[in-house]
């Protein structure tokens, strides 16, 4: 492990935020540490149980938790006030932006959590914080790429024609990115662009970001994007893809006015929680240093909280550098990003 600046750190470098302390000051709801909180999570079970054991251990307070792959926020607005939900865990602004549209959070007041999480990465009136960042990055063949650095706009340069890689445009990870590039550039140039990236790909968009990187391997294309953890989990983790990560680098590419298109795993607290005070403790728990370094080093995720070291295999990319486009502005624009997809007829 090695420290790199943390997002807020650079941020503040840049003249953008500050950061404050270290100490953890958990809200003291007064009823004792005893008791449980109900979590639901579109975290694998496997992948947050460590976490929440080492929370149960820490406080006494048991964490139940129901995991899914979708509709979860459905299911908190269907069980209305009855719902037992104290915690909605997401992994994509997309769900979190859904939660509050339907009206199944509340605000976390906390200044902890605010001095803590920079204001791009949570939202102003306090309905949800990132707890961790990915990054959308390049997949590139170490053996027919020299170049280390790329700009998103360039992706549409006809040097790469027949070159890329990519999986479907309404993938909420590529449709994420798509809607950075219009609150960047506007409609009109992200729809230009758009449509030169189709024209340089080697062939329609299919699979996930692993293959990605098994197709670079197998020479069908030259570069590609991927999120940052799944390159890292193929060459630490999956020995049937390490021979994908080991053909292919990681880029960190930028916009060309700004920094590396990020996306946050956030936390909502729910409307009608019935654990509230350990909701908020374990909100606060998953901000603090311990959580944070457990967090990015299970996930090979960044931690966004100050200081809290990222993982050798993650620090090996370089320093990210992340956008400082609020998620919020993002999220907007995703529907925008997901006609122009149809429009261009990107998946065809
Ligand atoms: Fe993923």
């Not at 999986?167 to 009109?188: C, D, P």
Request: with cysteine; charged share 25%.
């Amino acid at each position: 492990m090695r420290a790199v600046p943390s997002y807020a750190a650079r941020l503040a470098l840049a003249g953008a935020a500050a950061l404050l302390g270290h100490s953890a000051v958990f809200a003291q709801p007064g009823q004792g540490t005893s008791g449980e909180v109900n979590v639901y999570t579109y975290r694998e079970a496997k992948l947050i149980q460590p976490l929440f054991d080492a929370f149960t251990k820490e406080t006494g307070v048991k964490v139940n938790m129901i995991s899914a792959s979708m509709g979860l926020e459905q299911r908190i607005a269907a069980e209305g006030v009855n719902s037992p939900a104290d915690v909605l865990l997401t992994v994509d602004i997309s769900r979190i932006e859904d939660a509050i549209r339907l009206g199944i959070t509340q605000p976390i007041r906390s200044d902890f959590l605010d001095k803590l999480v920079p204001p791009a990465l949570r939202d102003p009136e306090g309905h949800w914080y990132g707890v961790s960042m990915r990054a959308r990055v390049i997949y590139a063949s170490k053996e027919r790429v020299k170049q280390n650095e790329i700009a998103y706009e360039e992706l549409a340069d006809p040097v790469w024609k027949g070159r890329i890689c990519i999986r479907s445009g309404q993938h909420s990870y590529n449709n994420a990115l798509f809607a950075g590039m219009i609150v960047k550039h506007g409609e009109t140039k992200t729809e230009e662009w758009l449509r030169g990236l189709k024209a340089n790909l080697a062939q329609k968009p299919s699979g996930g970001d692993r293959e990605i990187a098994r197709d670079i391997a197998a020479g069908k294309c030259d570069i590609g994007l991927g999120n940052t953890y799944y390159w890292a989990l193929m060459l630490n983790k999956e020995p049937d893809k390490k021979a994908w990560a080991d053909a292919t680098k990681v880029i960190l590419p930028t916009f060309k006015d700004g920094g590396t298109h990020v996306n946050v795993s956030g936390v909502v607290l729910a409307k009608n929680a019935p654990n509230k005070a350990n909701a908020l403790k374990l909100i606060e728990w998953m901000l603090g240093e311990k959580a944070q370094h457990m967090y990015a080093d299970m996930n090979y995720e960044y931690p966004v909280r100050s200081g809290a070291p990222v993982n050798t295999t993650i620090a090996g990319y370089g320093v990210l550098w992340p956008d400082p486009m609020p998620l919020s502005m993002l999220a907007e624009r995703r529907k925008s990003a997901a006609n122009l997809v149809d429009k261009v007829g990107f998946d065809h």
